[in-house]
């Protein structure tokens, strides 16, 4: 490879706005960028003042997010051309460090897929919508399942009674989150109600992205409304037999979350590619004792790090972004 790219900081503003569109526990995007202009080099900060101390206390969900927007940036700069070198958590004595990236020429390794993706970076939107009760081609899941693979985590598309727990534990857990004060407030901290609320906000997720109220159907929904009444969201029956998919990796450990964010994204924008809608079931991963009976039933092994709604139906709409100056630094 050659020595590091020169990129203006015009260039630099775009790839970070690229990575910050990735998805985030209710939409907290809980990162930084900062980008050194003379070794080229990125570097992803965890924001930690913007966890969840009820659903994410020990920031997993953060980490996912931010690995989300890290797969991000290694598309982006493919797209541009250049080649994304990653290294994670780079310096043990700084927790909010959580990668570099350095840029350069492609090499003969080059994965050659990852600016494929890139159309599918603006694309995506999670969908609290129902889909169509329409299978999944095999060949789709087939792909879908190397993506995830391909970034070091498994992504296995549950069935019949193994599919039913699943839904099962999200339902429990939807229940539990609803009259839970801790998971409450969590909620409301990031939920942005009234046409103010929502026309303003940068962050968090705004009444029009909730999504009509589930009436009937097996989709593992959550209300956004916590249960309190919501302006025009009416109500619908969700698919019967909605199409989960289960990412789990070896390890639960901060590498761990960082690398099952990177193969989320993935999956995530393959999906996207191929006209699935998608959106995300995280209810059950936010109790331990729901949590560990996901794992896989066949081995016992494995940690679930995120339940993957896929199917065919309307995309979901734009959710707000924090201004690219409010997450990124630019140095010499």
Same mark, same amino acid.
């Given at each position: ?13 775009? +790839? ?41 206390? &020990? ?80 060949? +789709? ?39 839970? &004060? ?40 959550? &209300? ?65 004792? +729901? ?42």
């Amino acid at each position: 490879m050659t020595a590091p790219s020169a990129l203006d900081d015009a260039r630099v503003a775009e +790839l970070v706005r690229s990575a910050a569109a990735a998805p985030s526990m209710h939409n907290a995007q809980p990162w930084r960028f900062r980008y050194a202009r003379g070794s080229g080099t990125f570097r992803l900060y965890a924001d930690f003042g913007r966890i969840m101390p009820h659903s994410d206390p &020990d920031t997993r969900a953060l980490h996912l997010g931010c690995g989300a927007a890290l797969f991000n940036l290694r598309v982006a700069l493919a797209n541009a051309g250049l080649h994304p070198d990653v290294a994670l958590l780079p310096d043990a004595s700084d927790a909010t460090l959580l990668a570099t990236v350095g840029t350069s020429s492609p090499g003969d390794e080059e994965d050659a897929g990852l600016g494929l993706l890139h159309p599918a970076v603006r694309e995506r939107h999670t969908s609290r919508y129902p889909f169509a009760e329409t299978g999944i081609p095999e060949n +789709l899941r087939t792909a879908l399942v190397d993506a995830a693979d391909r970034e070091g985590a498994t992504l296995a598309f549950p069935a019949s009674w193994q599919l039913r727990w699943v839904q099962e534990l999200a339902e429990e857990a939807e229940a539990r989150n609803l009259t839970d &004060d801790a998971a409450r407030e969590d909620l409301a901290r990031w939920t942005r109600t009234g046409a103010a609320g929502a026309d303003t906000a940068t962050d968090g997720v705004p009444e029009y992205a909730f999504g009509p109220r589930k009436h009937g159907g097996g989709a593992p929904m959550r &209300d956004f409304s916590g249960g309190e009444p919501a302006s025009d969201r009416g109500s619908t029956p969700f698919e019967k037999e909605p199409h989960l998919a289960v990412l789990s990796t070896p390890g639960d450990l901060p590498r761990d979350w960082l690398t099952a964010g990177q193969a989320m994204e993935r999956v995530l924008l393959l999906a996207t590619l191929k006209g699935l809608a998608t959106s995300f079931s995280t209810q059950a991963l936010e109790w331990p004792d +729901l949590r560990w009976p996901l794992r896989d039933p066949a081995t016992g092994t494995g940690h679930v790090q995120m339940i993957l709604r896929l199917g065919y139906g309307p995309h979901g709409p734009t959710t707000p972004r924090r201004p690219v100056q409010d997450i990124l630094a630019i140095e010499p």
